[in-house]
T-cell receptor
Framework: ETGVTQSPTHLIKTRGQQVTLRCSSQ?????VSWYQQALGQGPQFIFQ???????GRGNFPPRFSGLQFPNYSSELNVNALELDDSALYLC??????????????FGEGSRLTVL | AQSVTQLDSQVPVFEEAPVELRCNYS??????LFWYVQYPNQGLQLLLK??????LVKGINGFEAEFNKSQTSFHLRKPSVHISDTAEYFC??????????FGKGTRLHILP
């Protein structure tokens, strides 16, 4: 059974650029959520995807968008990067059938630095 | 709205000593409660969860937590810590079938 994998692990961008982060969910998990973890903070919910549709969204602007693919993998896209977007981005999967169970399986994250 | 407060940002404790990490929450509805652990340079891992039933919940690595509804608390305890317990610990709350909300975390430092 493979766990949640994320890529890239680290990346550096400049303000105004766009970034795409990728996530493969744990085997058998069809629900994927993305979280932003700023330095010294807990993870903040960005959005959840189930059956390739957004299934709930946190307090993030529209320039944060996502996709889920038929194999349940997912992408997080951030446009017009700002300095405050610098953070660890965590992907989490769960076998929740689109429900929030809270029992999340996290990847190791993608650390984004915006200069 | 729900919120989670972790009262200590850092907790130093000697190896083999007991530890308690404090967590309080606020919610107007019934919630699920969780503790997650984040080891250095890793993602979060579920330590234990309270969904319903017994208020004393046992988790992995010898940790346990007690749900106290009257005090809206869910403190995490371990009777004897090991150097490998060095990590950041996150308390989290989730209203039934709604997104999970994390606290800011407590960094546990194990002193030799």
């Amino acid at each position: 059974e493979t766990g949640v994998t994320q890529s890239p692990t680290h990346l550096i961008k400049t303000r105004g650029q766009q970034v795409t982060l990728r996530c493969s969910s744990q085997s058998g998990h069809n629900t994927v959520s993305w979280y932003q973890q700023a330095l010294g903070q807990g993870p903040q919910f960005i959005f959840q995807y189930y059956r390739e549709e957004e299934n709930g969204r946190g307090n993030f602007p529209p320039r944060f968008s996502g996709l889920q693919f038929p194999n349940y993998s997912s992408e997080l896209n951030v446009n017009a990067l700002e300095l405050d977007d610098s953070a660890l981005y965590l992907c989490a999967s769960e076998p929740g059938q689109g429900h929030h169970t809270g029992e999340l399986f996290f990847g190791e994250g993608s650390r984004l630095t915006v200069l | 709205a729900q919120s989670v407060t972790q009262l200590d940002s850092q907790v130093p404790v000697f190896e083999e000593a007991p530890v308690e990490l404090r967590c309080n929450y606020s919610s107007s509805v019934s919630v699920y409660l969780f503790w997650y652990v984040q080891y250095p340079n890793q993602g979060l891992q579920l330590l234990l969860k309270y969904l319903s039933g017994s208020t004393l919940v046992k988790g992995i690595n010898g940790f346990e937590a007690e749900f106290n509804k009257s005090q809206t608390s869910f403190h995490l305890r371990k009777p004897s810590v090991h150097i490998s317990d060095t990590a950041e610990y996150f308390c989290a709350v989730s209203p039934r079938d709604d997104k999970i909300i994390f606290g800011k975390g407590t960094r546990l430092h194990i002193l030799p």
